[in-house]
Every structure is written in C-alpha cells, then in structure tokens.
C-alpha cells in the first residue's frame, strides 16, 4: 500500500502529522513545502487503493486534487482548520475540518487521538499564535510552566522555519524537519539536538532584525508594517506579525516582504480580541487566502497598495479595541 503524508511545512501542519505517526507509524512519501505552499495535491497522481493523509492545507485550494484522487479509488483522510469552501461528500474521504479561529490542525488530531501525544499538540497550537488555546490544554494536562515555555519556544522556532519566499530561504527543508522531529516521541529530546539549535540560533539572529522596525502606518485599531527584500525578513515576517499580535491584542496588524520591484507578501492578523476578518479582507486579493485569525495575500502589486491598506483599516475598524 502507498501512502502519502501531504503536510503544511510550518508548525501545525508538522506537530500534527508527527502526533500520527506516533499513534500510527508508517512509511510514506512526504508531500510539502513552504507555509503558503499549500497546492499540494497538485503534485499528486493518485491511484487505486493509496492512502493520502492532508494536514493543514486549505480543502478549498485542493478540492479538484482531492475529487481526482477519490475517483481514482484512493482513500483520502483531511484534517484543516481554513475556510473549506464546498465540501465533497464520499465514503473514501474522512474529512475533520474546525474554521473555529481557537482551533489548528494540530489541536483537531489531539481530539482525534484522545491526548495520547498532547505535547506535540501543545507545539503547534503555540507555534499557531493560539496561545490561550494551548493554556488550556497544558493546565488540563498539568503541564508545569518550565515545560510550557519550552514547547511555546520549540513551536515557534518549527513555525519560523516555514516562511521564505523560496525553499533556499529555509533553515531546513519541511520535509527534512519533520524527519529530524519524527524520532521524538517528547519534544523536549528534539531541543537538544543539533538540528535545533541550528534553527534556534537563526530565529533569534533574524528577529534581532525586527527591534527597531516602525510602523509604515498606523491608527489605534491597526497598523501596516513594510519589510525589505531580504532573506531575514522573508524568513521571518510570520513569527513578527504574531509577536506583533501578542503585544498588541486591540490592534489588527499587516506586514508586508518586498517580493521584487513592484510587488509585496502580505501576513495579516487580526485582533487577538476579536480574531476574525483576517481571512474576508485578503480574499478580496486575487492570491490571498487563510483563516479567520491569520491570512495572507501571496503576491500583492504595489499599484494595490493603497487599495490594501483602506481595506485593512475598514476590515478592523469594527473588531479592533
């Protein structure tokens, strides 16, 4: 039997599938990428009788990819917490799918498993911005707060590591951070590797970038921050825009990566308060996509720019403090 592990290359989408194949080990062909990769069953030639499982990856960016796999006779298991769009009703196609914007993929596959691997869980959801989220599933499993920041600093680092606008701007490969993950039933074991430290150390080098950085625009209930074309800064705008959140819970935040002369890559957050809208405002943009809490626009022309930022203020000016 072949089977296919297609998998969002940041945080959840790897402290998810690590959490299964924990509970369920098995061999497979590891299908991922960057963390607006998310085409994924486009790289797909399905066939009768394969297993595909799907994490963290928009139902509404890969339906045709899915239905093609289906008709071809493979079985298809999906777990996501972004807008699905139309769903496909089949007996081949077990869907686990929550846009509730306190949820990730990583919080759904624990509820499937029943906590058995709680842990990874706790890193995702932390890597995933949710952190009251993950509070509440570290002091229901009485996790002691020494354990807490570790799993929050090891989420992180994981979800940095998904962001570039090109696979030569990661630290490590998705796919090749999931193998390094994989041995480690405890999180705490993956830390003192060398792989780690290696991804640890370049986090805090590049957000070292970011202390000084100003608002390009703001207003009390957001504001647009403008990153240059550079390595740091494509590597690190996800954790940025999410620290960014923390520390201003009232405030919608956007920040966008110079992506060439004329063009940038949009992260938006909404309002830690009131986490939604994030997901409405960039669907207005043709690349754009996401979840209600956090969303993005891949490719922006800056002859958008100005149309952007009325959208971004107008979208929050309701949900902000």
């Keep these: 039997m072949t089977s296919y592990d297609v998998f969002n290359g940041d945080a959840d989408g790897i402290c998810a599938l690590q959490q299964l194949r924990l509970d369920e080990p098995r061999e497979s062909t590891l299908v991922t990428g960057l963390k607006r990769d998310i085409n994924l069953f ?24 899915v239905q093609k796999a289906i008709d071809a006779g493979a079985r298809v298991f999906y777990a996501d917490h972004h807008f699905p769009g139309e769903l496909i009703d089949s007996p081949n196609l077990e869907l686990h799918i929550d846009t509730d914007a306190n949820t990730c993929t990583s919080l759904i596959v624990n509820h499937l498993l029943q906590d058995r691997h709680y842990a990874w869980a706790l890193c995702g959801a932390y890597g995933d911005n949710l952190y009251d989220s993950a509070e509440a599933l ?9 354990r807490r920041e570790a799993y929050k600093e090891l989420g992180t680092c994981i979800n940095y590591n998904g962001y570039g606008f090109s696979l030569d701007d990661l630290i490590h490969h998705p796919a090749d951070l999931f193998g390094y993950v994989r041995p480690h039933a405890e999180p705490l074991d993956f830390m003192v590797t060398d792989e780690y430290q290696r991804l640890h150390d370049a986090y805090l080098t590049d957000l070292h970038h970011t202390r000084e950085l100003q608002a390009h625009e703001k207003r009390d209930h957001g504001a647009i921050f403008v990153l240059p074309n550079e390595s740091w800064a494509r590597r690190v ?8 959140a923390r520390e201003h819970p009232e405030r919608a935040h956007a920040v966008l990566v110079a992506c060439g002369p004329d063009c940038y890559r949009v992260s938006v957050r909404a309002p830690l308060l009131n986490k939604t809208g994030a997901d409405d405002l960039c669907r207005q943009f043709a690349t754009g996509g996401g979840r209600k809490a956090a969303a993005g626009i891949n490719e922006l022309p800056e002859s958008e720019l100005d149309r ?8 929050f000016a309701s949900t902000g403090g």
Excluded: C, H, Y
């Design 42 to 65: 486009a790289r797909l030639a399905p066939q009768n009788g394969e297993v595909i499982t799907a994490l963290d990856i928009s139902f509404d960016k890969n339906r045709e990819g």
């Design 308 to 315: 952007f930022s009325e959208r971004f203020f107008e979208s």
């Design 138 to 146: 570290a002091q229901r499993m009485d996790v002691t707060t020494e």
């Design 237 to 244: 705008n996800g954790v940025f825009s999410n620290d960014l």
